[in-house]
């Protein structure tokens, strides 16, 4: 996996490319607000209904057009295309595109933002002479002006063809962000590594808010205090390994404690976070052997996970 970086000043090019963005939605008016504050040109957003095209229009330039996707056959001749569609509507959209500007192709370049999916995708952009590829930006956006501040400085996956690999990357550069590149056939795993280290973060915490409100506080104080503490364990993780970070019960080999953890987890039935405890104990044991840790309290506790059934639950 090659990794270029960027350089941090923004560029001083006298012109930047005109953008239309096909799928305005959270991370489509993220990138559409952070492209254009960095001198990119908006010049269209694109949306099913049209007051979510207008609401996303209402956040840039003036002369920012909101369309339907009913009237993607008025759409600018951008010199960049960004597809920021749900993954099950690429191909479709692809194919739309290619229909109403197949006379308007030279030098265009069409990228889609999903994480999963490659170039590929956009067959049918690529088959009318369109250059294709895929720009993903490894941030979680969950709202669109806060999701234009995180995309600067961010890590972008580009794959494609070699232009539109030479525009994404200019993209990425222009925002401050770093850019590498998988091969296209390992686009769902590259995918399913950023859901579990983001997506699954997320729900993980959850399930560690429901296990605090069962000793009497609220979700939202919950909330509160374990905040700092992932906070913490990302810090560490910026400086050192996986294994290096690891710290408490598992990382000490605490038998007497974990036996307390799962008969809490028991006596709450919080089953769903009993799975959850046993099977990410397992990795957390293997990574405390990583560190050099070893000794029989480590094997007593890999014999009490390995006697959780995950089936039963």
Not at 31 to 45: F, I, K, M, Q, T
Not at 86 to 96: G, L, N, R, Y
Not at 218 to 227: D, F, G, N, P, T
Not at 231 to 256: H, I, M, Q, Y
């Amino acid at each position: 996996m090659k990794i270029t970086a960027s350089h941090k000043q923004k560029p001083r090019s006298p012109r930047r490319p005109g953008v239309s963005v096909v799928g305005a939605g959270r991370l489509g008016t993220a990138l559409a607000l952070a492209l254009e504050s960095h001198g990119y040109r908006v010049e269209a957003v694109v949306t099913r209904h049209q007051a979510t095209a207008r609401r996303a229009a209402g956040l840039l330039s003036r002369s920012t057009r909101a369309l339907t996707a009913r009237r993607i056959e008025e759409l600018p001749q951008s010199d960049l295309i960004l597809v920021a569609t749900p993954d099950d509507a690429i191909a479709e959209t692809a194919a739309a595109l290619a229909a109403a500007q197949r006379d308007r192709v030279r030098g265009r370049t069409v990228l889609h933002t999903s994480g999963a999916c490659s170039s590929t995708a956009l067959a049918a952009l690529s088959e009318v002479g369109f250059n294709v590829g895929s720009i993903h930006p490894l941030v979680s956006v969950s709202e669109p002006r806060s999701g234009a501040a995180k995309l600067r400085d961010a890590f972008f996956c580009v794959e494609g063809d070699r232009r539109a690999v030479r525009v994404a990357r200019a993209v990425a550069r222009a925002l401050g962000g770093q850019t590498f590149s998988i091969d296209a056939r390992y686009k769902p795993l590259y995918h399913a590594a950023a859901v579990t280290s983001s997506g699954f973060v997320v729900a993980l915490f959850d399930v560690a808010v429901e296990m605090l409100s069962r000793c009497g506080l609220s979700r939202r104080r919950a909330q509160k205090v374990l905040v700092p503490l992932i906070e913490s364990a990302v810090t560490n993780l910026s400086s050192t390994t996986p294994a290096g970070a690891l710290t408490g019960t598992f990382s000490r080999g605490d038998v007497a404690t974990v036996r307390k953890h799962l008969a809490a987890l028991n006596s709450e039935d919080l089953s769903a976070a009993l799975v959850v405890y046993a099977t990410l104990g397992k990795r957390s044991l293997a990574l405390a052997q990583e560190s050099g840790t070893r000794g029989v309290a480590f094997d007593q506790i890999t014999e009490i996970l390995a006697g959780i059934s995950v089936r039963q639950f």
